[in-house]
Every structure is written in C-alpha cells, then in structure tokens.
C-alpha cells in the first residue's frame, strides 16, 4: 500500500526585506501539486545560514514531525544539502527541486520528459563539478579517491546535455516547420500564456469546446496542446502552454525553450491572470508573466485575460482591473467557467491580430494552377475570380500562404 | 562611466515614443550607492516621470529605500516595454563608452 508522502515547509525570509505572505500560500499550493501532505510550516526572519540555510532550531523543530521531507523556499547549496542529511539523517528539497519533481512526475511527451532531464542535469552539473573539486582536495588515496570513474561522471553529464540539446533542437526546429505550415494553410497563431493556475487549460476548452485536461492546481499543463477555433471567419490555432512562476532560474527557461516558442513565435499572446487573486498577488504574478515574455523574447501584440471574474461582483472587478491597467495591455474581464466577457474577448482578439493585405494573383490554366486556385479556396477569403487570359483572382490572406501560391506559379499582379 | 538615459512615453508592452535621450560621463573613485544615485539624479534632472533601473544598479535595495535616496519616484523594471527601455540605455551607454574610449586613445595617439 502507497503511504501518503508527509513534509514540513520551511521559509526563510531575509530581515532587510519586507514580508512575504504568498510565497509560503505558493509552497504549500506545489506541495500540494506533488503529492505532499503539509504537517507543518515554519517562518524564520534572519541571514542565510551558511551550514544549514536556516538555524538549527527550526530545522530540529521541523523535525519532531517525523515529515518524510523538509521543503525550502529558499535555494540550498550542495554544502547546505550536505550538511542537513548528514548531521539530521533527513530527506531535503529546495522549491527548484520540487517544481522538477512535479515536472517529472506529469511529463507524459517524449518532448517534456527531455526538458525535464536536461533541466535536472543543467542543476546537477555545477554540484557534481563542485563535489568532485571537493573531493580532489587534498590527499588521494586509491581507494574512494577521485579517480577517473568519478571524474568522467561530470563529462557523462556534460554528453547527456548535448545529446538532449540536439535532440530538442530536432524537435523545435519540427516545431517552426509545423509553425510554417499551418501559418500556409492560412491559420493565425494565439498562445494563451500566464502564471501557473491562472485557467488557460479551462479558457482553451470554453473557446474551443475542447476537453484538454484543467485542474485547479499548479502545472496541469506541461506540454503545448493546440487547438482550432474561428473568430469572426479568421481561422485560429489556440496553443495552450506551461505555466510561468516567479523567480525561476534561467536554465529551466532554456531547457523549456522548445515549448516556449510556441509563445515566442505565436501572432498573438493571451496573457492570463486570475483577477480573484489579492492586488499585490496579481500585479506580483503579472510582473513575472511580463518577465518570461521578455526571457522568451516574445514581440507580438498581447492581450490580458482577467479570469475568474465571475468571483467577483461588477465593480470590484472593474477597480482591480483599473489598478493593474500599468501591467495589463488590452485587459478584459473573463470567465472561462461561465463564459462571461468570451464574446468580448472573441472581438478583441480579432482587432488585434494583424489586419489581412489584399493581393491581386494570376494562375496559368494547367492543373497546377487550378489545383492551385482549389487550395486558396479554402486557406484564404477569395473576393474575386475572373476568366480572362489567364486565371485572375483577387484574395485577402497571409503572406505565407500567398508565397506558397507564387511556387505553384502564381503571379503577384 | 557613463549613464545613458531614455526620456520616453510606454504601453505595457510597447515603447509608444522616445521624448529625449542622454549620455553623462563622469569619473569617479568609487561605485559607492550615493555616488551613483547622485549621478543618476543628475542625469535624470528636468525629466519628468517615474524612474526605471535595474535592481542592480542600486545594488538590489528595495524599492523605497531607492526611493528615499533619489528622493522621486523609482521603481525597477516590471513590463516588456520597461525592460526594452533599459535594454535601448544599455545600448546608447555601451556605444558612448566606446565613443569616449576611442577619443581618448587617439587624443593620446595625437600628444
């Protein structure tokens, strides 16, 4: 029989810095997520500790719970994991790891499996470099020394990275091929993106009528799922993605950089915040939206989806949108439960996206050209077709799919 | 060094319009947290606004002691469009650096 996993959540808060509340509301929120039964929690305000992170005190009083594990907030050093198993016998996470370990335990693609093991190698890699320095100081002897096996253990890891890279490579660049040929077939590309446990899974499924997996809890969602939909006869691909969270380290953003160009490479970014949180929570988790963006360098037009507005009544959502309205471009006030304001998004997402040219194209006679014709039908708005020397044919549609025409031998009149 | 500073008028996402752009150097014996908190003041001088720099620039201090020191409105970058304007005065401040750095190498080439 499974025994239910238990841990103790320990928080150290630096005492030239004001209180943070939420920061032990989102531990216990990712604990939850992996699987985790929280017996207690512990604040302390004081300097980092350099043996144990925290003082020795909380980490014994921690430890009377007999948790199966401590979780930290705060990042643990090699030294500080170290020292806490060695001298206490006791099983230590830092919230880096514990993300990695919901991660892992959702990663169901081969794509997110890959991310998550380069993420896990890209942490380990600086440990085992410094463990083996560690262990080369000083005297050698043969045995349990340093000795090749251990070294080559940090250039295994190194060659696993670079196999994982080049693989992943493969996959993005599978990735901006798909990207291309739906962008052809005349489709716009929208990624909904936003902190974790904002309801993208839950607005993808009420505007596409899909039934993608959405759970209230953070990382439902891992691997990019995409979905059509059509707003006012503009043909649509929703791509739902990972969520962000605040104060991630670089290195889990490149391990997940395959996924993230589904944003950085979208027409169009839905950001979605949950406007039910507390001010100071949503304009928090709106600033580390703003700064994955930029980290994914995303450079397409954004709209902000207020969700969960049917949480609270007219004017309150009205006065929380009004305060964020520095953070949010383009807001509007949604719920994707009870499909209040989808209309209003639905007209907003058409004014935002980028306004179709009109090109005026001649197509020989050949079956080519009329095949060709037969594809513009249904990947373009076709306005007017006449009969003359050649084919002419006056249509409204992206640039890509009328480069794809012009190999077919279209002419741009 | 050098502070380079951009005057503009920002969307969330978007800078909307650049007003004016400065390039102060000034020598200096020390990186103390006054000296360059005096020399961003006087950059910023006549420029209305709040002032965006990056936390460390001001040596990762929370955002009201920046403020009390400055004594104007300060915060560090929150949304796209900020964080372009920082990028946009690390490129004028990179470039006149090496614009100084170059007149001086051939005013001391020429003496």
């Known amino acids: 029989m499974d025994e239910e996993k238990t841990a103790v959540l320990l928080i150290r808060e630096n005492p030239s810095k004001s209180p943070d509340p939420y920061r032990i509301n989102e531990l216990r929120g990712l604990a939850a997520a992996a699987g985790y039964k929280v017996m207690a929690e512990i604040l302390q305000r004081r300097g980092r500790d350099q043996r144990f992170q925290m003082g020795r005190g909380k980490i014994e009083e921690a430890l009377s719970y007999h948790p199966h594990k401590l979780i930290f907030y705060n990042a643990l050093s090699p030294n500080q994991v170290y020292n806490i198993r060695s001298q206490y016998s006791a099983q230590v996470l830092d919230r880096f790891n514990l993300i990695l370990e919901i991660f892992s335990s959702r990663a169901s693609t081969r794509e997110a499996k890959l991310q998550v093991e380069l993420a896990r190698l890209s942490y380990d890699a600086p440990q085992v470099k410094n463990a083996l320095a560690l262990k080369k100081r000083g005297e050698q002897p043969g045995f349990r020394g340093a000795g090749a096996y251990e070294q080559s253990m940090y250039h295994d890891i190194r060659g696993r990275m670079a196999k994982i890279r080049s693989e992943l490579e493969c996959v993005q660049s599978m990735g901006e091929d798909r990207r291309q040929k739906w ?227 279209a002419q741009l009149r | 060094m050098i502070c380079a500073v951009v005057s503009a008028r920002i969307s969330p996402n978007f800078i909307e319009k650049i007003y004016c752009v400065r390039l102060m150097p000034r020598e200096a014996e020390a990186l103390d947290i006054n000296i360059v908190a005096d020399f961003i003041s006087a950059a910023c001088m006549c420029l209305p606004g709040t002032i965006v720099a990056e936390s460390g620039d001001f040596y990762n201090l929370e955002t009201w002691r920046v403020k009390s020191i400055l004594g104007r409105d300060f915060k560090y970058p929150e949304t796209i469009a900020e964080r372009t304007a920082i990028e946009m005065a690390h490129h004028i401040s990179v470039a006149g650096r090496r614009l100084i750095m170059d007149r001086e190498r051939r005013d001391n080439h020429d003496g």
């Not at chain 1, 739902?240 to 969270?245: E, K, M, N, R, S």
């Not at chain 1, 994955?292 to 989806?305: G, K, R």
């Not at chain 1, 179709?356 to 060709?372: A, C, H």
Request: hydrophobic share 40%.
């Open chain 1, 183 to 409: 962008r052809e077939q005349g489709f716009d590309l929208v990624a909904l993106a936003g902190y974790t446990n904002a309801g993208k899974s839950t607005l993808m499924n009420s505007l596409t009528g899909s039934e993608v997996v959405a759970k209230d809890q953070p990382f439902t969602t891992l691997s990019p799922t995409t979905r059509a939909l059509e707003v006012f006869g503009r043909k649509v691909l929703l791509t739902d993605t990972v969520g962000f969270i605040d104060d991630l380290p670089h290195f889990l953003i490149k391990a997940f950089r395959s996924t993230l160009s589904e944003i950085s490479e979208a027409d169009l970014v839905l950001l979605v915040a949950d406007i039910s949180d507390p001010i100071d929570l949503l304009r928090r988790k709106l600033i580390a939206s703003h700064k994955a963006l930029w980290d994914c360098e995303v450079t397409a037009p954004i709209v902000t989806i207020l969700n969960k507005a049917d949480r609270l009544d007219e004017d309150e959502a009205s006065l929380k949108a009004e305060s964020i309205k520095d953070l949010a471009p383009y807001p509007v006030l949604a719920s994707a439960v009870t499909g209040q304001g989808l209309g209003v998004l639905e007209e907003c997402l058409s004014q935002r996206l980028q306004p179709l040219k009109e090109y005026e194209i001649s197509l020989p006679y050949t079956s080519e050209g009329l095949s060709e014709l037969s594809r513009l039908y249904e990947t373009t708005e076709l306005l007017a077709v006449s009969y003359e020397k050649e084919l002419i044919v006056r249509l409204r549609g992206r640039e890509e799919t009328i480069a794809k025409a012009g190999l077919s031998g």
